[in-house]
């Protein structure tokens, strides 16, 4: 019998980082998939006649239907098969992307994007609902960040190979390939994913209900954080390809490698961020003070933005807004560990779904907003301006709101955390 719970273990702990390894796939054609669009907007806007605000109203549909089914989806996943609904939802996502290449009108594109957002929904929540049952503390910084690293790369190849075949074959062919293209993940994870291993899922019974949740001010501070990076961050994977060839002149083909330099340089510091925050959780450091600095740091040296808006150059605008990215690397594997540890494995798929939906509420805030900004000015400064009010206040949040990452007692008043 002895012999047999270490082999069991062994092969849990290689089941948990190949389901991983396929969420970190899944991530990548996740983002790859919400900010094709951006890619496309340029040659889409031109052959529909798209004005800058109308354009914005599109870029943020996609949000409408991701954040509102975030609570559905939340709700789903701490009481089904997380695998089978995962399979679902990428399966409808990948099918929106597909057919958005064939649409013929605004509103047609619209429609897709916003089928686009309920299927993605179910990620985020179906992420923190798996690491939260398999990894310890001390390994989800990584397990996150990994994650998180496929959300950068998505986007930094995404505008590398996207542009590119925007240039040569238009932007219908780029929603076409990525569509079908990637349901081909769907195979290995049908194989791969497990099915009724009790030790590998987390048990939700005695779970606390979505206003339990909502009464604790910690669980505020991740939703309000979340949504100022958020802001940030969805200003960026929208406008940040029309603003580098309107506004810095950039060709489409110069956009395309510029333009995934940012996003490239968020995936590093983020995988390095998250292991190095790991091991010092693991050597004893508080979880509080790492995750917590990690966290506003990032947030405040988002501000390197607004030098990077007034740049002269376009060179001095890239140093900016690359040191920028670096600081943001700081934020995602942190921001997931601090949900997961304080909501716990009985929480941990409906805390993701409120926080998600709050939090990308940005996603139809940050593309509009900036649509509007633009077309009332002529120029992107006070749209950077915008994203830097939002890093404050997300730091201000996760300082005040948040006293300790520590798992809560649902048992307990929300007065006590």
Same mark, same amino acid.
């Given at each position: 019998?002895?012999?047999? #719970? ?70 789903? %996943? ?10 679902? =939802? ?18 047609? !594109? ?7 957002? !309920? ?27 990994? %994650? ?10 995404? !505008?590398?190979? =996207? /542009? ?22 769907? !195979? ?7 099915? =009724? ?8 019974? /005695? ?47 110069? +956009? ?45 040296? @988002? ?14 605008? @890239? ?17 997931? #560990? ?18 998600? +939906? ?31 009010? #939002?890093?404050?206040?997300?730091? =201000? ?10 798992? %809560?007692?649902?048992?307990?008043? #929300?007065?006590?955390?």
């Amino acid at each position: 019998m002895s012999s047999v #719970a270490p082999a069991r273990n062994r092969d849990l702990a290689s089941t948990r980082w190949l389901v991983l390894s396929l969420l970190v796939a899944s991530s990548f054609i996740n983002y790859i998939d919400r900010g094709n669009l951006s890619v496309a907007a340029d040659a889409l806007s031109h052959e529909l006649n798209i004005a800058p605000e109308r354009l914005g109203l599109l870029l943020s549909g996609f949000f409408w239907t991701y954040a509102l089914f975030q609570l559905v989806s939340g709700w789903l %996943i701490d009481r089904f098969n997380v695998y089978l609904l995962y399979g679902l =939802g990428f399966f409808l996502w990948s099918a929106a992307t597909a057919f958005t290449g064939l649409a013929n009108s605004y509103w047609m !594109i619209f429609g897709f994007r916003l089928l686009l957002g !309920i299927g993605e929904s179910v990620a985020y929540p179906a992420y923190s609902k798996i690491i939260c049952a398999a990894f310890p503390e001390h390994r989800r910084g990584l397990a996150n960040a990994l %994650i998180d690293v496929g959300t950068k790369a998505g986007p930094a190849l995404g !505008i590398l190979l =996207g /542009g590119l075949v925007v240039a040569s074959w238009g932007w219908r062919a780029l929603f076409l390939i990525l569509g079908f293209g990637a349901m081909a993940w769907l !195979i290995p994870w049908v194989i791969f994913a497990p099915r =009724g291993d009790h030790q590998f899922h987390s048990s939700t019974a /005695g779970g606390p209900g979505l206003l339990q949740i909502a009464s604790r001010s910690s669980a505020w501070g991740t939703f309000i954080g979340h949504f100022s990076c958020n802001y940030v961050w969805y200003f960026l994977l929208t406008w940040l390809p029309y603003y580098l060839i309107r506004e810095r002149g950039f060709k489409t083909e110069e +956009m395309a490698v510029i333009g995934s330099l940012p996003y490239l340089m968020i995936a590093l510091i983020t995988l390095i961020a998250g292991g190095v925050a790991d091991k010092l959780i693991f050597s004893g450091r508080s979880t509080t003070a790492v995750r917590k600095s990690c966290l506003v740091a990032g947030l405040l040296g @988002m501000n390197l933005l607004l030098p990077a808006a007034i740049a002269p150059t376009s060179f001095s605008c @890239m140093v900016y807004m690359l040191l920028a990215c670096a600081f943001f690397g700081l934020i995602p594997g942190n921001l997931w #560990a601090v949900t997961q540890t304080m909501a716990g494995p009985t929480a941990a798929g409906k805390w993701t779904g409120i926080q998600n +939906m709050i939090g990308n509420l940005s996603g139809v805030a940050a593309p509009w907003i900036t649509g509007a900004i633009v077309s009332a000015t002529g120029n992107f400064v006070f749209a950077f301006v915008a994203a830097c009010i #939002a890093s404050v206040i997300g730091a =201000g949040a996760y300082l005040v709101l948040i006293r300790k990452v520590e798992p %809560i007692c649902w048992s307990q008043p #929300a007065a006590t955390k």
